[in-house]
Structure formats: C-alpha cells, structure tokens
C-alpha cells in the first residue's frame, strides 16, 4: 500500500514541477544560508584560533611587565631561583614590511632552544632541520618569514626583507620559511628571530616583553603570591578576553541571522506542503474512503517530506558551500578589524557543520510537513472539504494565531526581564517577537483588505474589489507567504534601522570623541620621549591653537587586560560622552585625578558600577581607582579606562608619550601644520598623523565593511521570502483556473487579468509590508537596546528613520509583484477550453 | 423568405490531442432564435458553445456571429465582443466566490463601465425580477444552488448581451428547480429578444426550445423540435 502512495506522491510532484521546485528551493536555500554562514564563520574563528594557537603553544600563563618591558634577567631569577622548569623569554612588537605599506606584522623574538618545550614551531621550517635554528641563533639579522607573506613578496631563503621598526628601515635575511603546521591549518606564524636578532632589531637590548611559562596550577598560584618585582603572572588567553568576546558576540549574530533564513525557508516549506496537501484533499478523501488508515496517509506524507528533505538539503549543502567562499573573506577581514589582524586565511571549517546542516533541513521540514500530514490523516472519507469550508477554517485560524501571539509576546518580555542576561536568551525573545509577528500577520492581512475593500470598491469598482477580496479569501494560501514575507521584510526594516541608528551615533560619538583635529600617534611599544620643548615648539607652530597630550598602555587589571588612555586635555576637553553617572561630577573627578572614567563595554562585561573600584599594577604598586563614570566607546579593541595623564604618572613615573592632538586655528592650513610637526618630530618618530576628518572617515568605512556581510544575508533572507510569495501565487493562480476561466468567459481580457493578479500581489506585499512597519521598528529596538548591549556593551541612541522602513516596503510589495509577474503571466494566457473544461 | 442567419458555423472542425471532436460541422442560427444543442456526453455540444462564444479557436473553419469573424478578432477584440454581447450560463453556476449576489451580477455591467450605482441599481432590479432581492448581499456560498443558478442567468443577462449561451444550466440542479430555471432563463431571453443556445441532455430541456439541433459523429443534423 505504501509503496502506491509513495508513488501517487512521487507523480504528483513530477505533474506540478513548480511546487516540487518552489519546496526544493525553499529548504535549499534555507540550509544553504545557513551552512554558508556557519562555514564562514568557524573558518574565520578557526583560522584565528589557530593563529593564536600556533603562537601560544602549550604555554599556560605569562609573566608580564607592569611597565613597558622587562630586564631579561627575570627570566634567569624564574628560572634558576624559582626552578620553573618550561619557561621561554620573549620579545614582541609590530614591525612593518616596506614592501607592503600599512601592513603591521608582529615580530617574534624568541629563545630556540627553549622554544620546543611551548611551541610546535620551535622546529620552524619542517624538514629544514637544526642546522637552521643554529644559524638563526648565530647569525646576526636572520629571520623566517611566514610562508604566505613570503609568497606574496616573493621572498625566498637567502633573499633579504626591509622591516620598518621605529620609524627606520633596516635590512634583515631570510633564513627560511615557516611554513603551516598541519596540512589543514592555513593560519600563518608572525615574523620570527632569535630573541638577540629581535632585541637589536627593536634597539632594546637586553629587554624581553614577556616571559611564557608552563604552570601547573599550585606552581602559577605559588609564583602568583611571589611574582618579581615589576611583573605580574597572567593567565594565557586572558589578554585577549576582551577581542574573544567581541568575535564571539559577532558570530553568535551571524549565526542568528543565518538561522533566520532557516526559518523563513521553513515557512515556505510549510505552505507548499500545505498546498500540495490541499490540492489532493479530493484524493486523500478517496483514499480514506477505500480503507486507507490515517496512519498510512501520515506515513505517507511523512515518506514525502523526507525525500523532500534529502535532496534539497543536499543541495542546500552544496550551495552553502559556495555560499561559505564568498562570505568568509567578509567574515575574515571583520573579525580581522577586531583584532587588528590581517595576516589571517581561511582555515578548513570542521565537516561536522553539514551534518549540523542536514539535520537542521530536514528537521525544519518534517517540522513545517506534520500539520499538512496531519491535515491529510485527518482527511474526511465521507466528504471532501469545500473550499469555503477551508477559508472560513483559515479565518478562524488566523484569530487563534492572533491570540497565540499574545503569550507569545509576553514569553519574550519575561525573557528580556527575568531571563538570563546573555546574548541566547536575548536572540529567544527577538525570535519570540518574530513569530509573534507572523502569527499576527494573517489576521493583519484580513483586516488590511476589508478597509481596502470598502475604499476601493466604492472608487476603483469590482475588478479591483474581485483582486482585494482574493487576498482574503485564499488566506489558506496566502497567509503563511504574507507572515514569511513580513517576517523577511521586518528583518531587513530591523536591520537597517539598527544599522541607521548605529551609524548616527558612531558619527556622533566620532565628532564628540576627536577634540582635536590632527591626531599624531606613536605605537605603544616606541612611545615618543615627552620633549616638553618639544610641546613648546609645536605651540609656535603657525595655525596650532593647542596641543593634547596622552599615553596610552595595556596593563593587567584586577578584571583583565584594559587599554589605559591617560590624556591631558585640550580646550575641548575628554571628549567623553559620560553615559551613567552625573557627567560634570564625573569629568570634574576624572581631570583632577580622583578615578578613572571606564568604557562601556568594561563596565557591562565585568558588571561594574560607576563607584566601584579597579586595581591596575604599577611600578608605584597596585593602585586602587574609583570609577566616576561610564563613557560611551565603539572602540572594538581592548576594555578601556580613561584617566588625568597626571594621575597616570604620579603612579607609573612614565613621561613618555603615545599622542598628541593638535588644535589648529580657524583658517590654519592642515597639511602645512602636519608638515611641520614632521619636522618638529624629527625623521625617526615612528608616528602616524591623521585629521579627525581623516580618522572619522576611515571608522565609517570599517563600519560600512563590518556590516556588508549583514546586508548579504538580510537580502537571502528576503529571497527566500520572495520564493514564499511566488509559491504562494502560484498556487492560488492554480486554484483559481475555473474562475479566471469565467472572468474571461464574461469578457475579461487577458490584460486584465493580469493586472488583476498583479494588483492581488502587490496587495500581499502592502499587507507584508505594513506588518513589517512596526515589527521591523520592534526588532530594531530590540537590536539596538539589547542584543549591541549583550553583544558587544555599546550603548546607542535609537533613531528610526522613514528611509529604511520605507526601502522595506518598497522591498515589499516589489518583490510581491516581482513575484506575481509569471503567475499573472499564467493567468492571462489560460486557455479558456481547457480551463472552463476542467469543470 | 428565410430569415439570414446571425450565427454561422461553417466547416467547423476541432480535436484534444487525437480525439475529434468536431468534423466540418455547419450551422446556422437566426438571430432571436432559443435552440438547444443535445448529444451524448463528449459529442461535442459545449466544445460547440465554446466555439460560438470564441472561448477557443476552431482547428479548421470559421464562426461568424452579427457577420464578424470571431477567428478574425484578435484575443482583446474577442473579450470586448463577449463583454458587450455575450451572456454564458454555466452547469456549475461559477459566480465568483469572493463577490456577493448583486456584486456578481453587477460585474459585466462593471466591464461595460456603467458607473457604479447605475450598475447596482440594474442588478437590484434584475434580481428583483428574478425573486432574488433577498439575496442580493449574501454570498454564493450562503444561497442554494437554484438560487446560484438564477443569479448566474442575472449574471448572463444584465448587460442586455444578443446571445447567451448555456452548458448544462440545469444538470446540477433538481428536476423541479430545473423547471423553474429553464423557464426563467427562456422568458428573460425572450423579453430581450436575446439569441439562447443550450446544450444538454434533457428532452424535457430541448422541448423548451423552438428548434433542437443534434450532434453525432462530430456533425451536426436537424433534430425535430
């Protein structure tokens, strides 16, 4: 019996090939977003990962200066006094390459013959052998170079490389190549040298940046309780918490949106089940009455979906995979500008995400097929539905959806309110909000087109009434592609006015933040000396009106890595925007030196309160810092405080400076001002002067690139919902054959008909797209207030504007009639015959 | 003298696939005329209706109705000629489902661009005419099937068309609904002075019409009315 049913299905489908098509597509590209996404993602976090991993080695901890760097006789007093058996002295800086200018590699200067105890590329080249590591050690001005930038610059052992250190040029040799450690790992080692090479290179003799150590964890709490003197023991890993986290929350929302493609798939799954069950309702009512078992029929339709669900989720495989190649650049090279990375290539994602995938498609359609195979157990033997019977049934479901929405909106606000504060929970309620929005939809749609009727009948006459009361009146079909739609379109509303309102107040915040209008930066590991005849000489600069002074470091806190910004102010002050805490008390403290300001993403990560207190090491020991307040920061680097650049050296006795910003008068000729603190500064200050306009504009760019990826995947979201519609018209168009027939009996011309059908479907899109309006606006607010907040500590100010919520309608009913294009096509060349035959 | 014909079915011939269904079949109808077309089922009578209604073109021959050539009209000018002079009855009613009574009867009118509530005040007229004021606001769905069947001639005639054609409009319906229907249908044509042409199958149905044609073997002959 079942293998009749199965076959009755299998031709079914091969006699509406569309349907079959329309289901394929759905599922497909459902799965496909989000496999793609998903590649990309953990090709991204896995390339990192492993670049991270290839540095850190099985180092367990880090002995870190409190200060800029340390004496390397720290690591003999570790070593021999305190018998720490697997440690490795190590000096670090960013180095650039001439040949490539702007990018930054970091240059690793390590101990060879300690190396091998922490980290697998102490053996360097593989296959190379000792004898390199030998004339690494002995040989002056010797490195290896990473395989991929070796290939780019066409460097080769023997060849030579100019590094730019410090401002200067300076000439080294390439011993070798390093190349990957593992056949699927592409993530690239940085510039390495033996630690004599690094030190002479940086001009820091006899300084090591840190020490990596091996502790088990009685050994790390022992020498914790004793570190030396100016030094501090931190956990591996530690320090790059605050750039894990910001990853992290960005892929978890990638991840959602690719889910959210998924889901709307599924919609669409579920009404071209629904309908190819609602077309054979006739025949499953004969089948019922010839003895078929409810049971089988479920079975059958169940059989359906599964090999439904098999090939499209095969191909929703393939085209994630495609998909993943084009997105992981996107996702590289953001999580790159988190990291200020970008010697990172895509690593091999892991095979379990397909298995992931598969069993998500075919999971959301068995999920989206049980209530049509329901529907079909429960088919009547006695009588077959009517069609009215089955609109007056989706009414009345439409108000029971209506109602489910309810709890379904309540369920969201006790998530928000008494859930836990993470970013899952907060991605629960936004879905719960979602469905809400699609449960409502129908209902929506319904009374959209009873107002419409009244205005329409009374001025545009029966044609159109006949296109409005369709939409009502096939709401079996068209109310399930009216929620995809509107849950599509909400997305793209909510996104885009997220992305609006993120890009108000990142241009706000930029134009509060840049008190200055050149900025002249040094890198924190070559500050500049603090030549206060220096500071005097650009005051006589002819266009400066002022000058800014700050230090910035990174310094192990009692909360982790933190960058510090110790800053003496110009005329325009801080530049903070203070966000909790009385804002003029709080700046009032700040400049004279009674605590720190921190950002907003420290205070929300480590749930701090303005009135707690951080206790940062310095060279003077610990110093305790009230926090007077929360400032606004979009920075994507580390956690960050603000502090009087006073207060900073009364505790770490450190004059050097890391920048300077420079006020220009009124009419003052900034490229001669930068000239001339060129010149001031001398040809060796490795420093970077940039204008506000400059730096303003390069934060909006990255912010643009970091958002690319996201307009991608809303615009497949809505793809996938443009599917939902064409599925949905088509199957009305199918359903409603005799009755264009009629309407062309009676004298409608094909012309009309398909302006009958078009008017039908941009009415679906209006319908979508209203919905669309206040859920795209709650989705907004929800990503703005809670998931940025959960995701990354910012704050922003909410601004919906016109612009995004009128793009999505237009996306709306464009796409509605987009869709409606062939349908209407269809219907005005039915052939008459045939259609009034069929009766 | 005889009367020249208005509608003319000249060597008509029409087949689905391999099956014919119409073999050079002639005819001729004299305007004001009520005939009824019988034949065993899948003879060819609705294929015929379709054909003097230009809902689909003949494979070979040619239909003339008032001396224009339908296979001559192109796919608009055959809508505009059913919308003005056109009225179509239908076995299985066919009003639109989403439309009321009145609203239903109002559409042709609506195609013919009588304003709005000239239109409704025809169709509340005709309705009247017809025992269907009650009805006028209900939906099809919501009125019997001999109601939906006089609603479907209010439909064909409203718009006061020269020719109504009828498949079947009394095949769904009892033996004594059909009565009244055919007997509606054949006294408003007549007020009208309307050309009816039915096919069916019933004798009682083509006793009702002043000449009943037959087809058979895809010809059409004279049968004895």
């Known amino acids: 019996m079942m293998r009749l049913l199965n076959r009755a299905s299998l031709r079914f489908y091969l006699r509406h090939p569309w349907q079959l098509g329309l289901a394929v597509a759905g599922i497909s590209l459902g799965v496909g977003v989000f496999v793609g996404v998903q590649l990309a993602n953990d090709s991204a976090a896995r390339a990192f990962d492993l670049s991270a991993a290839l540095v850190r080695g099985s180092t367990s901890h880090r002995l870190v200066p409190i200060g800029a760097d340390l004496d390397e006789k720290v690591y003999r007093n570790i070593v021999i006094d305190r018998d720490v058996a697997t440690a490795a002295p190590v000096i670090e800086a960013n180095v650039g390459i001439a040949a490539h200018p702007g990018l930054r590699i970091p240059l690793l200067g390590v101990d060879p013959t300690q190396e091998r105890n922490l980290r697998s590329f102490a053996a360097f080249t593989p296959g190379r052998g000792n004898g390199d590591l030998t004339r690494l050690m002995t040989e002056p001005g010797t490195v290896l170079v990473p395989a991929a930038l070796a290939a780019e610059l066409g460097a080769e052992p023997g060849s030579e490389l100019t590094l730019q250190i410090a401002g200067r040029e300076t000439v080294v040799h390439v011993l070798g190549i390093v190349g990957s450690l593992t056949t699927d790992v592409q993530a690239e080692p940085p510039l390495l040298a033996d630690i004599a090479t690094a030190q002479e290179l940086l001009g820091m003799p006899g300084r090591i940046t840190r020490i990596d150590l091996r502790l088990t964890e009685s050994e790390a709490a022992a020498l914790a309780a004793a570190t030396p003197d100016g030094t501090i023991l931190v956990r591996e890993g530690a320090q790059r918490a605050a750039f894990d986290e910001l990853a992290t929350a960005f892929r978890t929302n990638l991840t959602a949106l690719g889910l959210l493609a998924l889901v709307v798939g599924t919609f669409l799954i579920y009404s071209t089940m629904s309908f190819a069950i609602l077309q054979r309702r006739a025949t499953l009512g004969v089948l019922r009455a010839i003895g078929v078992t409810p049971r089988e029929l479920l079975s059958s339709v169940l059989v359906e979906a599964l090999v439904l669900a098999a090939v499209a989720t095969g191909l929703g495989l393939l085209l994630g995979r495609g998909l993943a190649a084009g997105l992981v650049d996107l996702v590289l090279r953001t999580i790159g500008d988190i990291y200020f990375s970008s010697v990172v290539e895509a690593a091999r994602p892991s095979p379990w995400i397909y298995v992931q995938g598969a069993a998500l498609g075919t999971a959301a359609t068995l999920i989206a097929a049980l209530k049509p195979a329901l529907d079909a157990a429960r088919a009547s033997p006695a009588a077959v539905l009517r069609r009215a019977t089955l609109e007056r049934q989706a009414k009345r479901g439409a108000v029971v959806a209506a109602w489910l929405a309810l709890p379904l909106l309540a369920v969201s606000g006790a998530i928000l309110a008494y859930g836990p504060k993470n970013l899952v929970a907060a991605f629960g309620s936004l879905f719960a909000v979602l469905a809400a929005g699609a449960l409502l939809t129908p209902l929506a749609t319904v009374a959209l087109m009873a107002m419409l009727d009244r205005l329409l009948g009374r001025f545009l006459g029966l044609p159109a009434v006949i296109a409005v009361r369709g939409v009502g009146a096939s709401l079996s079909r068209t109310g399930m592609a009216t929620a995809a739609l509107a849950v599509a379109i909400a997305t793209v509303n909510g996104v885009g006015l997220m992305i609006g309102s993120f890009r108000t107040s990142l241009s706000s915040w930029l134009e509060t933040t840049l008190t200055a209008d050149l900025y002249v930066t040094a890198d924190p590991t070559t500050p500049l000396a603090a030549d206060s005849d220096v500071l005097a000489m650009l005051m006589e600069v002819p266009g400066v009106a002022g000058v800014s002074v700050a230090r910035a470091l990174v310094v192990q806190s009692s909360v982790g890595e933190i960058a510090v910004r110790a800053f003496r102010p110009g005329a325009r002050g801080f530049g903070l925007t203070i966000v909790s805490g009385p804002a003029d008390a709080a700046l009032a403290a700040l400049a004279q030196g009674r605590g720190v300001a921190a950002s907003e993403r420290l205070m929300f990560a480590r749930h701090l309160s303005v009135g707690d207190e951080l206790t940062l090491p310095s060279p003077s020991g610990p110093q305790r810092l009230p926090i007077v307040g929360a400032y606004r920061d979009f920075n994507t680097g580390n956690y960050a405080i603000v502090m009087a650049l006073e207060r900073y050296r009364a505790s770490w006795n450190d004059l050097t400076i890391t920048g300077l910003g420079v006020d220009l008068r009124g009419g003052a000729d900034a490229a001669a001002v930068e000239a001339a603190v060129r010149g001031l500064l001398g040809p060796k200050a490795a420093v970077r002067i940039r204008s506000s306009s400059g730096i303003e504009e390069l934060s909006l760019q990255v912010f643009d690139r970091t958002f690319q990826i996201t307009e991608v995947l809303r615009l497949l979201a809505a793809v996938v919902a443009f599917l939902g519609v064409l599925s949905a018209l088509l199957a009305i168009e199918l359903d409603r054959g005799r009755e264009i027939g009629v309407l062309r009996a009676i004298g409608f011309a094909p012309r009309d008909l398909a302006t009958s059908v078009l008017t039908q479907t941009g009415l679906l899109g209006l319908a979508a797209g209203l919905v669309a309006l206040p859920l795209g606006t709650a989705l907004a607010a929800l990503l703005v207030h809670v998931i940025n907040r959960r995701s990354f500590g910012w704050s922003m100010e909410f601004a919906p504007t016109f612009g995004p919520l009128g793009a999505g309608l237009a996306l709306a009913i464009g796409a509605a009639l987009l869709a409606g294009v062939y349908p209407s096509w269809r219907a005005s060349r039915v052939v008459l015959g045939t259609a009034l035959r069929e009766e | ?225």
Request: with cysteine.
């Open chain 2, 1 to 225: 003298m005889t009367t020249p014909a208005w509608i003319e079915v000249r060597e008509v011939s029409k087949a689905y696939g391999a099956q014919p269904v119409l073999d050079h079949a002639s005819l001729a109808i004299e305007r004001g005329a009520r005939v009824a077309v019988v034949g065993r089922s899948g003879s060819g009578k609705s294929t015929l209706l379709r054909l003097i209604g230009g809902l689909e073109p003949a494979d070979a021959g040619s239909v003339r109705v008032g001396g224009a050539d339908l296979g001559a009209y192109s796919e608009a000018e055959r809508a505009a000629w059913r919308r003005r002079d056109l009225g179509f009855v239908f076995q299985f009613f066919n009003l639109l489902p989403t439309l009321t009574v009145a609203e239903n009867v109002e559409l042709p009118l609506a195609l013919n661009a009588v304003v709005a509530k000239e239109a409704r005040r025809r169709s509340l007229a005709l309705l009247q005419e017809l025992g269907l004021g009650a009805c006028a606001d209900r939906f099809p769905e919501e009125i019997s099937g001999g109601e939906q069947q006089r609603v479907a001639i209010a439909r064909a005639v409203v718009h006061e068309p020269q020719l109504v054609l009828a498949d079947e409009p009394t095949g769904n319906l009892d033996i004594e609904t059909a009565g009244q229907v055919l007997a509606l249908l054949r006294h408003t044509c007549e007020r009208r002075g309307t050309t009816l042409v039915i096919a069916t199958h019933s004798a009682d149905v083509a006793a009702q019409a002043t000449r009943v044609i037959g087809i058979r073997g895809g010809r059409i002959e004279e049968r004895a009315s």
